[in-house]
C-alpha cells in the first residue's frame, strides 16, 4: 500500500485539465461518488463520442472556465436531500497536496451548497486519510504569473 496523506474535511483541490488551480472541496467519506457544481451543461458528439459542454465559476470573482469532456456515464445517485437523480459523469484530474491522480465526477447544480465540488470515497481511496476536526490542511496557493 502506498503512503497516505491526512487531508481535512475541507481542502482547495486543483482540476489542472480544466485550468482551475482553486476550487473549495468538502471531503465526503459518506458520498460514494464526487460531485462538481456546474451553472449550465449541454450534449455534444464528437467523432461519434457523447461529450458534455460544461461552464463552472470556481469561485466568487474568478473567471468563468468553459469546459468540454468525454461523457463516460450516466448513472441515477442519491442527492442531499435523499432524492434519485440521472447526473452524467466524466473523468478529470485532480491534485491535493501532492498527489495527482485522475477521478470521475458527476455534473450537478450544487448552487445551494457552501462547497461547489464534493470529495466522495472513490476518489480518496489508497490516497488520502481524513481528520474530521482539521480543515485546510493542504490550501492550494494562488499562482505567481
Do not use: Y
Request: proline letters at 5%; aromatic letters at 6%; zero cysteines.
Amino acid at each position: 500500500m502506498s503512503e497516505t496523506v491526512t487531508v481535512g474535511w475541507r481542502e482547495t483541490v486543483a482540476l489542472p485539465e480544466f485550468g482551475i488551480e482553486r476550487i473549495r472541496a468538502k471531503i465526503d467519506t459518506g458520498a460514494r461518488s464526487s460531485s462538481l457544481h456546474v451553472d449550465r451543461q449541454w450534449r455534444l458528439e464528437r467523432d461519434g463520442q457523447p461529450w458534455v459542454g460544461f461552464v463552472i465559476q470556481p469561485r466568487p470573482g474568478a473567471e468563468v472556465v468553459t469546459v468540454e469532456a468525454l461523457l463516460v456515464d450516466e448513472r441515477d445517485v442519491i442527492d442531499s436531500g435523499g432524492h434519485r437523480v440521472r447526473r452524467p459523469f466524466i473523468r478529470t484530474r485532480m491534485r491535493l497536496a501532492d498527489v495527482e491522480r485522475e477521478i470521475e465526477l458527476n455534473l450537478a447544480d450544487r448552487r445551494g451548497m457552501r462547497f461547489p465540488m464534493l470529495l466522495g470515497r472513490q476518489a480518496m481511496q489508497e490516497s488520502f486519510i481524513v481528520d474530521p476536526s482539521r480543515s485546510h490542511l493542504h490550501r492550494r496557493r494562488k499562482s505567481v504569473e
